[in-house]
């Protein structure tokens, strides 16, 4: 079963804008993570948020979680050509002492030049 | 360097075939995770293990196998049993709360 949705499937922009990543989903979690993965290559970790926090920044990344709502925001400011990838989103829940990452369906980012 | 290796990266299998994929890591993680991709459907778990000699069924784990019988290993077994195999099998430790990937094996039935 999937967690979390990501929304839009796919995104294309401009180089120089910046693109926002939603995520939902449907129950309680302990964190939220982003991932990047670039065509025919593995995932490769952005950022975690904890159930606890409601934003986080790194570099030009910015993720918001809002657990009333169920949801989470990724914004890549500035956005460059090399940016172009799938995103992930990956709630993690406890379960019987595991922490197992569920994962959605991606949001696919091109970025023109 | 530290980090996750699978391997091989492309495999082609003919049907009736068992196939194992390998996945190693020298990151010291106590858990593992096998991961299918295929498009437009996101990762869908397969099995994952928490510590040595110990491992749990995902939510597609019907025609797979697995074992753990060092920290540093999890490899993967396609069985003839699984009807549609095609896919893209990604491994992750996990540390810190956060997954390290391996670059991901790439499986074709013939």
């Known amino acids: 079963s999937q967690q979390g949705e990501e929304d839009p499937q796919a995104l294309s922009i401009q180089e120089g804008e910046n693109a926002t990543m939603n995520c939902s989903y449907k129950?309680?979690?302990?964190?939220l993570q982003w991932y990047r993965q670039n065509s025919g290559r593995g995932l490769v970790h952005l950022i975690l948020?904890?159930?606890?926090?409601r934003e986080k920044h790194s570099g030009r990344l910015r993720v918001t979680l809002d657990t009333s709502k169920k949801s989470s925001s990724l914004l890549i400011t500035a956005s460059r050509a090399a940016d172009t990838a799938s995103y992930f989103c990956?709630?993690?829940?406890?379960?019987?002492?595991?922490?197992?990452?569920?994962f959605g369906r991606g949001t696919s980012l091109i970025v023109h030049p | 360097d530290g980090g996750i290796t699978q391997s091989p990266k492309y495999l082609f299998r003919k049907e009736g075939q068992n196939v194992t994929l390998s996945c190693e890591q020298n990151?010291?993680?106590?858990?593992m995770y096998w991961y299918r991709q295929d498009p437009g459907q996101g990762l869908r778990l397969i099995y994952y293990s928490q510590i040595v000699n110990d491992f749990q069924k995902g939510d597609i784990a019907e025609g797979y196998s697995v074992s753990r019988e060092k920290k540093e290993s999890f490899p993967l077994t396609v069985t003839s049993a699984q009807k549609n195999p095609t896919a893209f099998y990604l491994c992750a430790s996990q540390g810190a709360g956060e997954l390290f990937f391996g670059e991901g094996s790439r499986l074709t039935v013939l």
């Open positions: 129950t309680s979690i302990n964190n």
């Open positions: 990151l010291n993680h106590d858990a």
């Open positions: 948020i904890r159930s606890n926090e």
């Open positions: 990956a709630t993690v829940k406890s379960s019987g002492g595991s922490y197992i990452p569920t």
